[in-house]
């Protein structure tokens, strides 16, 4: 498995289903823990101002999805050949850039290589619950807010018909002992976390191997989309990349949040032009 390296976070450089062969294998490890983390160009941006954040992606992780255009677009811009003279190669970095950013929705298909596909954690999350469907495993859903988790688990029941939901838990990401407790005594399988980023994470690198569950996600705002609290764009904007402007304009609230994405992409052209030397 070929991890890329993105502003400092390893990704992991494969498709859909490979993914899904490697949750299977995690489901069915009698030895190991497993974490899964989403990272996308929010949560990069945060991990550069968080080392434990790092951490947990670069050494505690099995498996890191890239969640959202941004880190595939980035890995595809990085890998470009560069030329060695001076003055000209800033130029044609920077041209390079700004194109490499102009065919974002119009040729999404150039961005295949080298990370293959933009997995969303949100899809990732029926991924999960399908898998854990066919082996007869058990999930447990925490966090999310009250009656939120809830209704995510019963989308998940209605949609996968003998999924086992072992447990669902609105519990304060602090109540840690609690919510231990109450996971072992379901004998949970599969933990879906939704403290968002990165108390999620940070939660499941402490916590996780306390528990019963062979793997733990991160999972963020996925429960209000199951739960029906918030609308995906439509499937041809998730396809250009797109989705984090639909977002946008569904809740204007995210200003704040979406400033993570230009940042993202200035730090990478920042790092082409000074650090890939």
């Known amino acids: 498995m070929k991890r890329i390296d993105v502003l400092g976070i390893k990704i992991d450089a494969m498709t859909t289903a490979q993914a899904e062969e490697k949750v299977v294998d995690f ?5 190991s823990k497993h974490i899964i983390c989403t990272p996308n160009a929010e949560i990069i941006m945060k991990a550069l101002k968080n080392p ?3 951490k947990v992606m670069n050494e505690k992780s099995s498996l890191n999805i890239a969640d959202g255009i941004g880190p595939v677009w980035a890995a595809k811009f990085l890998s470009f050949h560069e030329l060695k003279l001076p003055v000209l190669r800033e130029l044609i970095i920077l041209i390079e850039w700004m194109i490499s950013l102009v065919l974002i929705p119009i040729w999404p298909k ?3 290589k080298p990370i293959p596909e933009r997995i969303s954690g949100s899809d990732f999350v029926k991924n999960i619950a399908k898998l854990s469907q066919k082996k007869g495993k058990k999930i447990y859903l925490l966090g999310g807010g009250p009656t939120i988790a809830e209704r995510a688990a019963l989308t998940l029941q209605t949609e996968f018909i003998d ?3 072992a447990g669902v838990d609105s519990s304060n990401f602090e109540e840690i002992d609690k919510i231990v407790y109450n996971i072992n005594k379901s004998n949970a ?8 980023a990165p108390k999620q994470e940070l939660w499941l690198a402490q916590n ?3 528990t019963s569950c062979k793997i733990g996600i991160g999972v963020g705002g996925s429960f209000d989309f199951l739960a029906g609290i918030k609308k995906r ?3 041809f904007i998730q396809r250009i990349g797109l989705e984090w402007l639909y977002r946008l304009f569904q809740e204007p609230s995210r200003a704040s949040r979406q400033m993570a994405l230009p940042a993202f992409a200035f730090l990478v052209l920042k790092s ?3 650090y890939a030397k």
């Open 233 to 235: 764009s439509p499937l």
């Open 27 to 31: 489901l069915e490890d009698k030895k």
């Open 163 to 165: 999924l086992k939901i």
């Open 208 to 210: 996780l191997r306390r």
């Open 52 to 54: 434990d954040l790092t």
């Open 110 to 112: 150039f961005f295949k």
């Open 272 to 274: 082409k032009l000074f």
């Open 189 to 196: 399988d599969a933990l879906l976390v939704a403290f968002g």
